[in-house]
C-alpha cells in the first residue's frame, strides 16, 4: 500500500492528479446526456425525462467539484520562490471582469481601495479576489450585493477587509466556513472556496479569519507581509 502524501506540495500532486483523472469520464457524461436531451427534445414534444435531467446535473455539479479540488490543489502548490510584485488592484480587476456576468446579473457593486503591491504569485492572487467576490455573491442571493475591499499597512503588514451587504455566515460557522467541501447550509452546494482562499494568504505568509459585523454577520480580513 503506498504511503500517504506527506507534504503539501505531495497532496497537490496527487489531488491535480485524481481530478486528471476524474475529468474526462465527468464531461463525456455531461456531453452525451446534452447530446440525448437535443435528440429527444427533436424525437418529441415534450421534454427530456428526469432521469435524463438528473443525470446532466449530477454531471455538471461533478466536474465542478473537480474544479475546485483543482483549484485547492494548485493553492497547496503555491512556490514562493517564484513570486513577483504584483499590484493588487490589478488582480482585483481582472477578478472582477472573470465574474462580469454575475456581477451584471445581480446587480453588484464592487469597490476597492488602498491596495498595494506585494510579492506573489499573480494568478493565484486573481483567484483569492475571485473566490472572495463570489463568496459575497453566494450569499446575497437575488438582492444586489455591495462588496468593499480596502487595505491598510501596519508595522510592515497589510492589514486587508472585505465587506459587503449580504447576510454572511453566521457565527457558528465562521471556522468552519475555512473547511474544504464543508456544507453550512441545507440548499449550498459544497466547494472550497474559502478554504483555497486561506490556503493561498497562508503560502503568502499571511493569515486569514472572520469577524462579527453588526451590519452583514461577518467580515473577511487577512493579512500579507508588505513588499520591500
Known amino acids: 500500500m503506498p504511503d500517504a502524501p506527506r507534504s503539501d506540495s505531495e497532496l497537490s500532486e496527487f489531488l491535480l492528479r485524481a481530478c486528471h483523472d476524474l475529468r474526462g469520464p465527468l464531461r463525456a457524461l455531461r456531453i452525451h446526456g446534452e447530446l440525448l436531451a437535443q435528440r429527444r427534445a427533436k424525437e418529441a414534444d415534450d421534454d427530456p425525462d428526469q432521469s435524463l ?31 513577483q510584485s504584483v499590484p493588487l488592484d490589478v488582480m482585483v480587476r481582472l477578478a472582477l471582469a472573470k465574474l462580469s456576468a454575475r456581477l451584471r446579473e445581480n446587480g453588484a457593486e464592487v ?13 493565484r492572487l486573481v483567484q483569492l479576489f475571485e473566490y472572495l467576490v463570489d463568496h459575497a455573491l453566494r450569499h446575497c442571493g437575488s438582492n444586489p450585493a455591495r462588496i468593499r475591499i480596502s487595505g491598510e499597512v501596519q508595522n510592515r503588514v497589510w492589514f486587508f477587509t472585505v465587506r ?23 440548499n449550498q452546494r459544497p466547494g472550497p472556496g474559502l478554504a483555497t482562499c486561506r490556503a493561498i494568504v497562508e503560502r503568502h505568509g499571511g493569515t486569514m479569519w472572520a469577524e462579527p459585523d453588526p451590519g452583514t454577520g461577518c467580515i473577511l480580513r487577512f493579512t500579507l507581509p508588505a513588499s520591500d
Not at 483549484?71 to 520562490?81: E, H, K, M, P, Q
Not at 469597490?111 to 494568478?123: Q, T
Not at 447576510?167 to 441545507?186: C, D
Open 53 to 83: 435531467a438528473f443525470v446532466m446535473s449530477g454531471a455538471a455539479s461533478a466536474v465542478a467539484v473537480v474544479d475546485g479540488i483543482a483549484d485547492y490543489a494548485l493553492a497547496l502548490a503555491i512556490d514562493a520562490s517564484r513570486f
Open 164 to 186: 459587503d451587504t449580504c447576510a454572511g455566515v453566521a457565527g457558528e460557522y465562521w471556522e468552519s466556513a475555512f473547511t474544504p467541501f464543508a456544507r453550512l447550509y441545507a
Open 111 to 123: 469597490a476597492y481601495e488602498n491596495l498595494p503591491s506585494v510579492k506573489g504569485d499573480a494568478d
